[in-house]
Each structure stands twice: as C-alpha cells, then as structure tokens.
C-alpha cells in the first residue's frame, strides 16, 4: 500500500499509527531514531507516539526494529476495509 492511494482523503480518518507499550519500553531510542515522520518523542526515558497521522499508511518498519517487542499496529486488513470504504464515498 502506497501512500498516494489516500490522497482524496483525510489522513485522521484512516486509524494507521503504532502505539507503544509503556511496560515493554526501554527507552532505548530505536522508533525515534529511525523514523524520519516525527511520530516519536523520548519522554521520560519512554518512547511516546506524538504525531500517530505523520505515521505512512502501510508502513510498520518501526514495529520490526523494537527490541522489546514494545510497538504495536491495527490490523492491516481491517484498515484497508476502512480505506475501501473511504473511497467509494468519494465524488467522481
Ligand atoms: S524501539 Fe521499542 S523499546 Fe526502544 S524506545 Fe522504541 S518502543 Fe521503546
Ligand atoms: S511505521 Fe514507519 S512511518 Fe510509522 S512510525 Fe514507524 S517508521 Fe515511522
């Protein structure tokens, strides 16, 4: 899923964005590092979802490189029926 596909579209309506596990969350930094979108802060040596529509439609990369397995994202499918259904509604 690219990005373009949602240009019709409000980013806020589409529920893709991780969220982080409080309780796993090292604090070591990984999420906020390497994502370039401005979704992270470091708060409180935790790593905190601050910006969840910078996150790209589709992307989950972060999720791989968590160490403590601490990242979490919804389910791809059901937010492609959600996308589907923001489309139809569209003006052609
Ligand atoms: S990569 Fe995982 S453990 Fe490290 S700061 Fe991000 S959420 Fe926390
Ligand atoms: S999934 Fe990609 S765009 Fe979204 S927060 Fe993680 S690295 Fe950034």
Not at 6 to 20: A, C, G, L, S
Not at 61 to 74: D, H, K, N, R, W
């Amino acid at each position: 899923m690219n990005n373009n596909m949602n240009n019709d579209i409000d980013r806020k309506e589409i529920p893709w964005f991780p969220t982080v596990n409080g309780e796993k969350c090292t604090g070591c930094g990984t999420c906020f590092d390497f994502c370039s979108h401005s979704v992270y802060e470091m708060k409180e040596d935790k790593s905190k979802v601050v910006n969840p529509y910078g996150c790209v439609v589709g992307c989950s990369t972060c999720q791989g490189l968590c160490p403590e397995g601490a990242i979490a994202f919804p389910d791809i499918q059901e937010v492609r029926e959600i996308i589907k259904k923001l489309r139809a509604r569209q003006p052609v």
